[in-house]
């Protein structure tokens, strides 16, 4: 067990629907990141934010956002959804500012897009 | 840019076979480097890592990698693989980033465990 916990596991939509994936971090980390996973992209980085704050972006579409919380939980928001963004999502947290950059993963939230 | 390199996207072994996985990285500072597992239906998780110190490091599972400098690699061993070693594994380096190091993924290589 990572300590950082997803929900929901899994998710069925529509095409064109909105989702929210929730993203609790390990205790004491102040910093959540967000990737994709899918068969064609493989693992990609989508963003960073840090102590409530975006502190990095990666290949995110714009209708995607994200936001981190005072309670330092992460919300990811997926809007008019298609087919492509059927994938597992990740959320990673660390420490950040350390060391070494290594992240603990969730379990992932596994999003079927109908 | 740092990079990683897999080079092989999947790997077919026989249970009790010894395996190697394959990594290659571009960096020209020193590198913190990591192995992470993922297995079916499963979140990634940290196989063992290399921060400094010996090259040679030991993770879970009985795995192993070697830190070589001059071939700038980080290739994963096992001396005898089990049906359940059967998943994808990612070697990632750590990149200095604007706020605090990053990690930068590979494509992951599936390795194939048959009885």
């Known amino acids: 067990d990572s300590g950082v916990t997803q929900t929901p596991k899994h998710l069925i939509t529509a095409t064109g629907q909105r989702v929210t994936l929730r993203c609790s971090p390990r205790?004491?980390?102040?910093?959540v990141y967000w990737y994709q996973q899918s068969l064609d992209q493989g693992l990609q980085f989508l963003i960073q934010y840090y102590n409530g704050e975006e502190r990095a972006k990666g290949n995110i579409l714009e209708r995607f956002s994200a936001q981190q919380f005072p309670d330092l939980h992460s919300e990811l928001n997926l809007s008019s959804l298609e087919l492509g963004d059927s994938a597992l999502y990740f959320c990673?947290?660390?420490?950040?500012?350390?060391?070494?950059?290594?992240?603990?993963f969730g379990e992932g939230s596994r999003l079927t897009v109908l | 840019a740092q990079s990683v390199t897999q080079l092989d996207s999947q790997v077919p072994v026989f249970e009790e076979a010894p395996v190697e996985l394959r990594c290659n990285y571009s960096?020209?500072?020193?590198?913190?480097l990591f192995w992470y597992v993922q297995y079916p239906n499963q979140g990634l998780q940290l196989l063992l890592k290399y921060l400094s110190g010996s090259t040679l490091v030991k993770g879970i599972n009985g795995f192993e990698a070697e830190f070589n400098k001059s071939q700038t690699s980080f290739h994963l061993r096992k001396p005898s693989v089990h049906i359940s070693d059967t998943a994808e594994y990612f070697c990632a380096v750590s990149v200095r980033a604007e706020y605090g190091n990053k990690l930068v993924f590979g494509a992951g290589t599936i390795l194939r465990v048959k009885s």
């Open positions: 990673a947290s660390n420490l950040a500012g350390t060391n070494t950059g290594e992240l603990f």
């Open positions: 205790s004491g980390d102040l910093s």
């Open positions: 960096s020209s500072v020193s590198v913190y």
